[in-house]
């Protein structure tokens, strides 16, 4: 699993990935990949056929469904 920190931008998920930063642009998730998101993002989150979405975190921008999976979380606990 391929985990990303830090202030992002527009990404494409092609693997199993976990996103803990800020994503400021888009997010697609490709067909077979698998996304965490744990982070805010600030744009659209896309999931093509196959592919599937955890949403761990609030998405400000769209949320558009191509026939993916995508399946709202409760949020962890904090860590600190």
Known sequence: MRILRGLLHDIAVTDQSTIEGQVLG???VTRGAELHLRGPCAGNLVVRSGGKA?????????IINEGGEIMRMQPGPASG
Request: glycine share 8%.
């Open 26 to 28: 888009n997010i697609v």
């Open 54 to 62: 955890f949403l761990y975190a609030i998405v400000t921008g769209r």
